[in-house]
Protein backbone atom coordinates (compact mmCIF):
# COMPACT_ATOMS: atom_id res chain seq x y z
CA UNK A 1 0.00 0.00 0.00
CA UNK A 2 1.32 3.19 -0.82
CA UNK A 3 1.35 5.93 1.91
CA UNK A 4 -1.89 8.18 1.56
CA UNK A 5 -1.10 11.95 0.64
CA UNK A 6 -0.86 14.97 2.65
CA UNK A 7 -0.05 18.33 2.36
CA UNK A 8 3.65 18.79 3.25
CA UNK A 9 3.28 21.79 5.22
CA UNK A 10 0.17 24.55 6.60
CA UNK A 11 0.38 27.29 8.06
CA UNK A 12 -2.25 29.90 9.80
CA UNK A 13 -2.55 32.72 12.69
CA UNK A 14 -3.40 32.12 15.86
CA UNK A 15 -7.48 32.18 16.31
CA UNK A 16 -7.61 31.22 12.48
CA UNK A 17 -9.10 27.70 11.05
CA UNK A 18 -6.99 25.21 9.44
CA UNK A 19 -7.59 22.10 7.24
CA UNK A 20 -5.01 19.18 6.44
CA UNK A 21 -6.42 17.34 4.35
CA UNK A 22 -5.34 12.68 3.43
CA UNK A 23 -5.95 11.56 0.28
CA UNK A 24 -5.85 7.70 -0.08
CA UNK A 25 -8.08 4.91 -2.88
CA UNK A 26 -11.11 2.99 -2.20
CA UNK A 27 -8.72 0.42 -0.63
CA UNK A 28 -7.95 2.44 2.23
CA UNK A 29 -9.75 5.63 3.08
CA UNK A 30 -12.60 5.44 0.71
CA UNK A 31 -13.38 1.98 1.60
CA UNK A 32 -13.87 1.96 5.91
CA UNK A 33 -14.45 4.51 8.39
CA UNK A 34 -11.61 4.17 9.69
CA UNK A 35 -9.33 7.38 9.45
CA UNK A 36 -7.30 8.45 12.49
CA UNK A 37 -5.29 11.49 12.91
CA UNK A 38 -2.23 11.84 15.17
CA UNK A 39 -0.64 14.84 16.48
CA UNK A 40 3.30 14.82 17.17
CA UNK A 41 5.11 17.20 18.48
CA UNK A 42 9.34 17.01 17.97
CA UNK A 43 10.79 14.19 19.84
CA UNK A 44 7.76 12.62 21.35
CA UNK A 45 5.17 9.48 20.24
CA UNK A 46 2.26 10.37 18.46
CA UNK A 47 -0.83 11.20 20.20
CA UNK A 48 -4.44 10.33 19.25
CA UNK A 49 -6.35 13.53 18.00
CA UNK A 50 -9.62 11.70 16.01
CA UNK A 51 -10.67 7.82 15.23
CA UNK A 52 -13.13 6.54 12.91
CA UNK A 53 -13.25 9.83 10.28
CA UNK A 54 -14.67 12.31 13.08
CA UNK A 55 -14.47 10.87 16.91
CA UNK A 56 -12.51 12.35 19.50
CA UNK A 57 -11.07 10.64 21.97
CA UNK A 58 -11.65 11.74 25.89
CA UNK A 59 -9.29 14.92 26.58
CA UNK A 60 -8.78 15.90 22.95
CA UNK A 61 -9.63 19.23 22.58
CA UNK A 62 -13.04 20.24 20.05
CA UNK A 63 -11.20 22.36 18.23
CA UNK A 64 -9.64 19.27 16.31
CA UNK A 65 -12.54 17.59 13.68
CA UNK A 66 -12.32 14.93 11.20
CA UNK A 67 -14.87 14.25 7.99
CA UNK A 68 -14.48 12.11 4.90
CA UNK A 69 -15.37 12.82 1.43
CA UNK A 70 -15.11 9.86 -1.11
CA UNK A 71 -11.49 9.06 -1.20
CA UNK A 72 -10.31 12.20 1.12
CA UNK A 73 -10.22 12.51 4.55
CA UNK A 74 -9.77 16.16 6.44
CA UNK A 75 -8.62 17.16 9.77
CA UNK A 76 -9.80 21.00 10.70
CA UNK A 77 -7.96 22.85 13.52
CA UNK A 78 -10.04 25.99 14.52
CA UNK A 79 -8.70 28.33 16.91
CA UNK A 80 -5.45 27.44 16.47
CA UNK A 81 -2.89 28.14 19.20
CA UNK A 82 0.08 28.17 19.45
CA UNK A 83 0.50 24.80 21.22
CA UNK A 84 -1.20 22.91 17.98
CA UNK A 85 2.38 23.50 16.21
CA UNK A 86 3.65 19.86 15.60
CA UNK A 87 3.43 17.51 12.75
CA UNK A 88 -0.05 15.78 11.56
CA UNK A 89 -0.47 12.35 10.26
CA UNK A 90 -3.23 10.81 8.69
CA UNK A 91 -3.83 6.48 8.99
CA UNK A 92 -6.60 4.78 7.44
CA UNK A 93 -7.30 0.68 7.87
CA UNK A 94 -7.25 -1.34 4.09
CA UNK A 95 -8.58 -4.05 2.33
CA UNK A 96 -5.04 -6.04 3.22
CA UNK A 97 -5.70 -6.02 6.60
CA UNK A 98 -3.61 -3.78 7.21
CA UNK A 99 -2.88 -0.02 7.87
CA UNK A 100 -1.35 2.61 6.06
CA UNK A 101 0.18 6.42 7.24
CA UNK A 102 0.19 9.40 5.24
CA UNK A 103 3.80 11.28 4.62
CA UNK A 104 2.40 13.88 7.19
CA UNK A 105 2.11 17.69 7.29
CA UNK A 106 4.11 20.35 9.60
CA UNK A 107 1.66 22.75 11.10
CA UNK A 108 3.34 26.29 11.40
CA UNK A 109 1.49 28.65 13.77
CA UNK A 110 2.63 32.18 12.35
CA UNK B 1 -2.32 4.41 34.23
CA UNK B 2 -2.16 2.48 31.03
CA UNK B 3 0.76 2.45 29.28
CA UNK B 4 3.66 1.03 27.18
CA UNK B 5 7.00 0.73 27.94
CA UNK B 6 9.51 0.18 25.48
CA UNK B 7 13.22 -1.19 25.87
CA UNK B 8 16.48 0.50 25.48
CA UNK B 9 18.00 2.22 22.31
CA UNK B 10 20.06 -0.28 20.31
CA UNK B 11 23.11 -0.29 18.26
CA UNK B 12 23.62 -2.93 15.30
CA UNK B 13 25.56 -3.81 12.54
CA UNK B 14 24.33 -4.40 9.12
CA UNK B 15 23.05 -8.24 8.89
CA UNK B 16 22.16 -8.38 12.74
CA UNK B 17 18.62 -8.41 14.27
CA UNK B 18 17.25 -6.79 17.14
CA UNK B 19 14.50 -7.61 19.68
CA UNK B 20 12.14 -4.37 21.13
CA UNK B 21 10.07 -5.28 23.99
CA UNK B 22 6.90 -3.67 24.85
CA UNK B 23 5.43 -4.02 28.34
CA UNK B 24 1.92 -2.95 28.72
CA UNK B 25 0.48 -1.94 32.01
CA UNK B 26 -2.70 -0.52 33.48
CA UNK B 27 -4.90 -2.64 31.31
CA UNK B 28 -5.91 -6.07 30.45
CA UNK B 29 -3.02 -7.22 27.91
CA UNK B 30 -4.92 -9.55 25.96
CA UNK B 31 -8.06 -7.34 25.51
CA UNK B 32 -5.74 -5.09 22.94
CA UNK B 33 -4.16 -5.84 19.78
CA UNK B 34 -0.41 -4.06 19.81
CA UNK B 35 1.20 -2.44 16.65
CA UNK B 36 4.47 -1.89 15.47
CA UNK B 37 5.55 1.45 13.27
CA UNK B 38 8.91 2.90 12.76
CA UNK B 39 9.81 6.35 11.90
CA UNK B 40 13.24 7.09 10.88
CA UNK B 41 14.72 10.69 11.22
CA UNK B 42 12.83 13.53 9.99
CA UNK B 43 10.55 11.20 8.30
CA UNK B 44 6.79 9.75 8.52
CA UNK B 45 5.13 7.06 10.20
CA UNK B 46 5.27 3.34 9.00
CA UNK B 47 3.33 0.85 9.94
CA UNK B 48 5.12 -2.45 10.42
CA UNK B 49 2.81 -5.21 11.59
CA UNK B 50 0.21 -6.20 14.61
CA UNK B 51 -0.24 -9.05 17.20
CA UNK B 52 -3.63 -10.03 18.75
CA UNK B 53 -2.11 -10.75 22.39
CA UNK B 54 -5.03 -13.10 23.34
CA UNK B 55 -4.81 -15.55 19.86
CA UNK B 56 -1.74 -14.88 18.74
CA UNK B 57 -2.68 -13.95 15.45
CA UNK B 58 -0.37 -11.57 13.37
CA UNK B 59 -0.20 -9.90 10.44
CA UNK B 60 2.81 -7.68 8.79
CA UNK B 61 2.93 -4.82 6.36
CA UNK B 62 4.47 -6.39 2.99
CA UNK B 63 7.41 -3.87 2.66
CA UNK B 64 8.36 -6.11 6.23
CA UNK B 65 7.53 -9.98 4.98
CA UNK B 66 10.48 -12.43 5.85
CA UNK B 67 11.85 -9.64 7.84
CA UNK B 68 9.79 -8.96 10.90
CA UNK B 69 8.55 -11.19 13.57
CA UNK B 70 5.81 -10.42 16.46
CA UNK B 71 5.37 -11.56 19.79
CA UNK B 72 4.06 -11.60 23.10
CA UNK B 73 4.65 -13.09 26.15
CA UNK B 74 1.01 -13.32 28.32
CA UNK B 75 2.55 -13.61 32.03
CA UNK B 76 4.35 -10.71 31.67
CA UNK B 77 2.29 -8.44 29.35
CA UNK B 78 5.13 -7.53 27.18
CA UNK B 79 5.23 -7.78 23.33
CA UNK B 80 8.17 -7.95 21.23
CA UNK B 81 9.11 -7.35 17.45
CA UNK B 82 12.14 -8.47 16.48
CA UNK B 83 13.77 -7.17 13.14
CA UNK B 84 16.39 -9.15 10.42
CA UNK B 85 18.58 -8.85 8.33
CA UNK B 86 19.19 -5.09 9.34
CA UNK B 87 20.53 -2.49 6.93
CA UNK B 88 21.30 1.08 7.04
CA UNK B 89 18.00 2.24 6.26
CA UNK B 90 16.59 0.57 9.22
CA UNK B 91 18.09 3.55 11.27
CA UNK B 92 14.92 4.64 12.98
CA UNK B 93 12.53 5.22 16.38
CA UNK B 94 10.49 1.67 16.75
CA UNK B 95 7.14 2.55 18.46
CA UNK B 96 4.44 0.04 19.84
CA UNK B 97 0.60 1.02 20.01
CA UNK B 98 -2.19 -0.24 21.29
CA UNK B 99 -5.41 -0.03 18.67
CA UNK B 100 -8.77 -0.05 19.92
CA UNK B 101 -11.52 1.20 17.19
CA UNK B 102 -8.67 0.41 14.12
CA UNK B 103 -6.79 3.87 15.82
CA UNK B 104 -3.54 3.59 17.44
CA UNK B 105 -4.42 5.27 21.36
CA UNK B 106 -1.75 4.19 23.18
CA UNK B 107 2.38 4.32 22.09
CA UNK B 108 5.44 3.61 23.61
CA UNK B 109 8.01 5.75 24.15
CA UNK B 110 9.64 4.73 21.53
CA UNK B 111 13.28 2.86 20.94
CA UNK B 112 15.90 4.11 18.95
CA UNK B 113 17.66 1.09 16.96
CA UNK B 114 20.84 2.26 14.61
CA UNK B 115 22.27 0.23 12.24
CA UNK B 116 25.79 0.95 11.46
CA UNK B 117 29.47 -0.67 10.71
Known amino acids: QSALTQPASVSGSPGQSITISCTGTSSNVGGYDYVSWYQQHPGKAPQLMIY???NRPSGVSNRFSGSKSANTASLTISGLQAEDEADYYCSSYTTSSTWVFGGGTKLTVL | QVQLVQSGAEVKKPGASVKVSCKASGYTFTSYDINWVRQATGQGLEWMGWLNPNSGHIGYAQNFQGRVTVTRTTSISTAYMELSSLRSEDTAVYYC??????????WGQGTMVTVSS
Open chain 2, 97 to 106: ARSINEAFDI
Open chain 1, 52 to 54: DVS
